[in-house]
């Protein structure tokens, strides 16, 4: 079993910036892959960054450029860095970890932080 829980959230002013962190615990193998996915009102989950236990992360096309992602891994900790935010980043900010176990694809998700843009 993986724990995962995010802090960082909370309300910002546009342009403004936050940082996000999510931390792991448990049963993790060495190679793994971090997620950081949003949720905005009335709109499906979407992805926003990816990282691997190797440090190479990933980046959605829409958040190219504003998000910068960066882990620990001694600590399995990531961190979502977000500038020049928007009213329409306004979401739940979830963070996944993905694994193999056992020959199977697990993926395990905290229970999100909000992150309240204000125009």
């Known amino acids: 079993q993986v724990q995962l829980v995010e802090s960082g959230g909370g309300l910002v002013q546009t342009g403004g910036s936050r940082r996000l962190s999510c931390a792991a615990s448990?049963?993790?193998?060495?190679?793994?892959?971090k997620h950081w996915h949003r949720q905005a009102p009335g709109k499906q989950r979407e992805l926003v960054a990816s990282?691997?236990?190797?440090?190479?992360?990933s980046y959605a096309d829409s958040f190219k450029g504003r998000f910068t992602l960066s882990g620990d891994s001694a600590k399995n900790v990531v961190y979502l860095q977000m500038n020049g935010l928007k009213p329409e980043d306004t979401a739940v900010y979830y963070c996944?970890?993905?694994?193999?176990?056992?020959?199977?694809?697990?993926?395990?998700w905290g229970r999100g932080t909000q992150v309240t843009v204000s125009s």
């Open positions: 996944s970890l993905q694994q193999i176990e056992s020959g199977r694809d697990r993926e395990y």
């Open positions: 448990g049963t993790i193998n060495s190679f793994n892959v």
């Open positions: 990282i691997l236990s190797s440090g190479i992360a």
